[in-house]
């Protein structure tokens, strides 16, 4: 099994463009997330979904948009980049369950607005 | 609301002496933690998780971890630290709020000194 597929894995933007960043997972979980990276900050939570067709807002989700039509894959959306949003983007997704279920991560997507 | 500290974000110690990597929660309820290990260009893994049961979890590569709940720690230790140790470490619970997410503390990276 692939686990969870990220694509692309690198990208250069420049401000003002829009692009998708796409999360794919063959473990039929339920629950997907979209995370970002910045030095010395750890990883803060931009939206999650906990089914096919829901989405809800995380810590950071200003200038990104979500989707989740395929309970497989989901999509988060910058519309407008702006150099703030350089940053390496991780997705995860887990089991259902009472919280003790963990979280399993793509390897990244490595994305710079100039 | 849950939280969590990691002691230190750098830790270098020696090839073959012990590691102790700390971590404290806060949580009004029995808590579910995990650690989680990041290796350069990769997205995370799941080291170890403490759900129920035995307070001393074992986990991949010799880590293990002691649930204490008088102290809210739940603290990393490899008794011989090898070189392909070196990464960086991240603490997590489970927010009792809702099931759907995890709190990942800042992170901690490991250094391994020849």
């Known amino acids: 099994n692939a686990g969870v597929t990220q694509t692309p894995k690198f990208r250069v933007l420049k401000t003002g463009q829009s692009m998708t960043l796409l999360c794919a997972q063959d473990m039929n979980h339920e629950y997907m997330y979209w995370y970002r990276q910045d030095p010395g900050m750890g990883l803060r939570l931009i939206h999650y979904?906990?089914?096919?067709?829901?989405?809800a807002k995380g810590e950071v989700p200003d200038g990104y948009n979500v989707s989740r039509l395929k309970k497989q894959n989901f999509l988060l959306g910058l519309e407008s980049a702006a150099p703030s949003q350089t940053s390496v983007y991780f997705c995860?997704?887990?089991?259902?369950?009472?919280?003790?279920?963990?979280?399993?991560f793509g390897d990244g997507t490595r994305l710079s607005i100039l | 609301a849950q939280s969590v500290t990691q002691l230190g974000s750098h830790v270098s110690v020696s090839e073959g002496a012990l590691v102790l990597l700390r971590c404290n929660y806060s949580s009004s309820v029995p808590p579910y933690l995990f650690w989680y290990v990041q290796y350069p260009n990769q997205g995370l893994q799941l080291l170890l998780k403490?759900?129920?049961?035995?307070?001393l979890v074992k986990g991949i590569n010799g880590f293990e971890a002691e649930f204490k709940k008088s102290e809210t720690s739940f603290h990393l230790t490899k008794p011989s630290a090898h070189m392909s140790d070196a990464a960086e470490y991240f603490c997590?619970?489970?927010?009792?709020?809702?099931?759907?997410?995890?709190?990942f503390g800042k992170g901690t990276r490991l250094h391994i000194l020849p």
């Open positions: 997590a619970v489970s927010d009792q709020d809702r099931d759907d997410k995890i709190i």
């Open positions: 979904s906990v089914g096919e067709g829901t989405t």
């Open positions: 995860a997704s887990s089991r259902a369950g009472e919280g003790n279920q963990p979280q399993h």
């Open positions: 403490y759900t129920t049961g035995a307070t």
